[in-house]
């Protein structure tokens, strides 16, 4: 958490006494002053309270370092600019290379997945990752394996292992595309995504299991979004595709036309 250190950078920023702030938001000048020395933590309303009075995102407020951040960038987000969501002049990614100097595909298995919603950003833990190649892959790109569970994108099974590839420009995602979202509090999903990014600030979810209701994601909720690219699976998906079936229906169809034709000494047409 880095939110006591924010606190005092902003507030430094703003060239504010602690006087000066608590004043402002009508709060004691030895509640703030708790805060900044991280000897007392403030409740979710407060917390709403200091996001807004420097206009930055709660979840940037919490988790990022904000005294490693240019000026400029402090001042797009005060702005509210979607340069957080464009490419990675905010965001960090951690990833290892093979001995040529080619990016690895770091495995995120089940037992890891609670690990990575704390440790994406962190070298050591993707460090400690299983590391594997694709070599039809582009060498250019970014990749990573997360295995998912439970039957919510069925007929993809369940334990399968979806490679994704790292996306910068969230604002690009096509309406309908598979993805994997990073979040903190729903962890890694593998879904299909409705991009309202750029006119509401929000992704909603979708499963191809219909059983499953989609959901919404604000976009200061989600820490990485990688695009899927293929899965690897033992196992052979359990429903066969509607579409399928409707060409098996259909040659199933012209043979009964044809058998009642020849029934019938009807001679098919020539063309």
Sequence with gaps: MCFNKNLKFLRKRKRRTQGDMAEEMNMKRSTLSGYENNVAEPG?????????????????????????????????????????????????????????????????????KAGYTRGYADPDFIRELPSFRLPFLSRERTYRTFQISGDSMSPIPDGAWVTGEYVENWLALKDGEAVIVITLNDGIVFKIIENHLKSKKMVVLHSLNPEYEPYHIKADEIKEIWKFVNYISPNLPEAIPPDIDLHKAIANMQKDIEALKKSQGIKPRTY
């Design 44 to 112: 979710l309303k407060s917390l709403i309270r200091f996001s807004e009075y420097f206009n930055i995102p709660l979840d940037i407020l919490l988790k990022e370092d904000l005294s490693t951040f240019s000026e400029r960038d402090i001042q797009k987000l005060e702005a509210g600019s979607d340069e957080y969501l464009k490419g990675t002049s905010l965001r960090i990614l951690s990833h290892t290379v093979s001995e040529d100097n080619t990016e690895n595909i770091e495995l995120v298995n089940n037992k890891a």
